[in-house]
């Protein structure tokens, strides 16, 4: 049995305009300035787990060669087009089809591709136990963030009985919750939040698939014999924009038997605000967090400023807001207001 | 007798950095986004009156390349290269001597290069009228700004009687005043803000230089044979330094018995702060003055924002802030703070 790492790399990442664009959206960028773009970072921490030959990522025909550039020594086979968005579950059948007729002995982790991890090893050591975990039986296995507070951003897990250390059944997902809702949640000490990573041998994804979701199986399965040939695009944007969207969530983990939640810690963010980047950047004294290496900030409390190195700023009495600046393209405004940056995207 | 125009464009406009650098200061840029550097404006000001053949300009050797670039045209001995700054008695100094030698009938008016005259049809009546005024005899002309605030940072010129419609003997020269000063100069009726604007024959002026600056003058002496000569930038590079260092008002204007003031109004400003900018550029509602053609501004007032044509950038809820980007060096400050930017530059 063999390791195999899935990243899902289709998002547009809209919240982070203008650093984030619909050509160049955040998982491919160096949101921290850390010198690794987001998808290169997830690639990084399965180090010593999961080695290039088994990385797959899922995206859309536009980022193809920018995944080329950034996973340098990816196997081309192992970029997956989808030709339109269809959630994940027809995504996760795409690849999780390939990978079995690559490799039917498959070991499988999915992870998002913009995901923020700050404890590396900690992380490892969960990918390394949800392996063995899997390698046990038929099992779908999920990451669950350990809450911090209660966020209405997330979805939740709901953990059941304990089948070994770390390791629960897996009782409910639930929706974003409301404020009460979310306290509650946290006071009760058995929920998780969703991070959408999922551990699974390629079988059992497939067979859970098959019985779930059949109407996508069925499709999967006329696409597999030209997978791996030249015609495999061609038949894949003929026939996946055929499959209904609905998401992994939906479709397999609220129906599956054999769904578990390992409750983990290992320093997550899916960095999906300004206001998460502010949090998690080292800030100075005046609360100020700033990614870029040639800025001066003055008098100025609150700010988030993620600005190219090299590029010369100075700021003078500004107070609680974003300055972005990428590609030519300057963004100033209150950090409260951050949810409606996409209405003012071109 | 023919017509010559100097303009002085030795400044370095180090308080309007970013936008201004010590490479490319304030005269040399298109600060109000009208299409034309502030030095282009100038010549363009004289159209009709003086031809591009008497054109002169004194400025920084750093700076030959550019005023042949933006001036197109002029003669390449007419641009005048100072080796170091030693005020304006010296400056004058030189290119009147160096006038003088090509053209003894010349007539002069000098002219900053990085100020603003927005009744242009008005400038050119009162430089129509004030060379009739100097052909008449051996007269210094300077053009006094009607005041329109009592300004605490100009200098003032006091006139005495009129000799003739519009025109008024030069009474005193009068440092900057303080705000008491200055509210008794604008009830007096009789005060005009000094623009650095001076008209003269080139006989007249090389005259009073000998009378007021003989150090000066006899060092001019020294250079003329070789003016126009291949060996004339050596010459200057060698004496101009042993100038003594004075302004033309004090070497001269404070001391001669033939000056006289025309008082005028044009719509000028010597565009000295980024307030002056802010006062002069059209407003939206919100009291924002932007120039820059993509940029959108959002529950912002009071800003005056001047980025490049085509930077796309959008604001929200910033007030009264300077926001300029020239050079991918970005500036953000609270615009009355604005008389501390030459502490932030490099």
């Not at 984030?20 to 399965?46: A, E, H, L, V, Y």
């Not at 086979?77 to 968005?85: G, K, N, R, T, V």
């Not at 499988?108 to 490892?124: G, Q, R, Y």
């Not at 502010?278 to 409390?301: F, K, R, W």
Request: net charge negative; with cysteine.
């Amino acid at each position: 049995m063999s390791k195999h790492l899935v990243i899902m790399a289709g998002g547009i990442g809209s919240r982070f305009w203008p650093m984030s664009t619909p050509q160049m959206p955040k998982q491919f960028i160096d949101i921290t300035g850390c010198g690794r773009t987001m998808i290169q970072q997830t690639f990084d921490r399965f180090g010593g787990i999961i080695d290039i030959d088994h990385v797959w990522v899922v995206t859309s025909a536009s980022f193809k060669d920018i995944v080329a550039d950034q996973l340098h020594g990816i196997n081309p086979q192992h970029i997956l087009l989808e030709p339109c968005m269809r959630n994940t579950a027809p995504c996760v059948a795409y690849v999780s089809w390939k990978i079995q007729k690559e490799d039917p002995e498959a070991q499988i982790v999915v992870a998002p591709s913009d995901h923020l991890v700050m404890k590396v090893s900690e992380f490892k050591n969960y990918i390394k136990k949800g392996f063995d975990f899997i390698a046990k039986g038929s099992r779908i296995l999920t990451l669950g963030i350990q809450p911090s507070r209660p966020e209405t951003g997330y979805g939740y897990i709901e953990q059941g009985a304990m089948v070994e250390e770390g390791m629960y059944q897996l009782s409910a997902f639930k929706e974003k919750p409301d404020l009460k809702t979310a306290i509650e949640y946290i006071q009760k000490g058995t929920f998780t939040w969703n991070s959408g990573m999922f551990m699974w041998s390629a079988d059992t994804i497939v067979n859970e698939l098959r019985a779930y979701a059949p109407g996508i199986a069925a499709i999967m399965d006329k696409i597999l014999p030209d997978m791996f040939t030249d015609k495999e695009q061609q038949v894949v944007n003929e026939l996946f924009p055929t499959c209904e969207k609905i998401s992994i969530d939906y479709a397999v983990m609220e129906k599956t038997r054999i769904a578990y939640v390992q409750p983990a810690e290992f320093g997550w963010s899916d960095l999906g605000t300004w206001g998460s980047l502010h949090t998690l950047t080292p800030h100075d004294d005046s609360d100020n967090a700033v990614i870029g290496d040639s800025v001066t900030v003055i008098e100025s409390q609150g700010n988030m400023i993620k600005v190219p190195n090299g590029k010369r700023v100075v700021i003078q009495g500004l107070q609680n807001c974003i300055v972005s600046e990428h590609n030519d393209v300057l963004l100033i405004c209150q950090l409260s207001q951050e949810q409606r940056i996409k209405e003012w995207h071109d």
